[in-house]
């Protein structure tokens, strides 16, 4: 609904100053929602690929885990 519609939004123009942990909590939490933001997800995609050297094993794991889920599939750029 609306409350979504406004986080999702929030946290796509705050994406750029997620820690590597926020971003990867931020895309698993979004990830189960019924409607999925394009933009949200590859804002997460461009400031994760900025932070990639800061992710540790069980954040790589969350981060992709919700790309996944919420089936975006420009995660791909974030390792190549």
Same mark, same amino acid.
């Given at each position: 609904?609306? =409350?979504y !519609?406004? @986080? $999702?939004? /929030?946290a796509?123009?705050? #994406?750029?100053?997620?820690? $590597?942990?926020?971003?990867?909590?931020? #895309?698993?939490a979004? !990830?189960?929602?019924? &409607?999925? &933001?394009?933009q =949200?997800?590859?804002?997460? /995609? %461009? !400031? #994760?690929?900025?932070?990639?050297?800061?992710? %540790?094993?069980?954040? =790589?794991?969350?981060?992709?885990?919700?790309? /996944?889920?919420?089936? &975006? @599939?420009i995660? %791909?750029?974030?390792?190549?």
């Amino acid at each position: 609904g609306q =409350l979504y !519609a406004s @986080v $999702a939004w /929030a946290a796509e123009q705050r #994406a750029g100053e997620f820690s $590597a942990r926020e971003l990867a909590y931020m #895309a698993w939490a979004f !990830a189960p929602a019924s &409607h999925i &933001h394009v933009q =949200l997800y590859t804002s997460f /995609a %461009k !400031a #994760a690929k900025q932070r990639v050297i800061e992710f %540790k094993a069980q954040e =790589l794991a969350s981060i992709a885990w919700g790309f /996944a889920a919420a089936g &975006h @599939v420009i995660m %791909k750029s974030f390792f190549f």
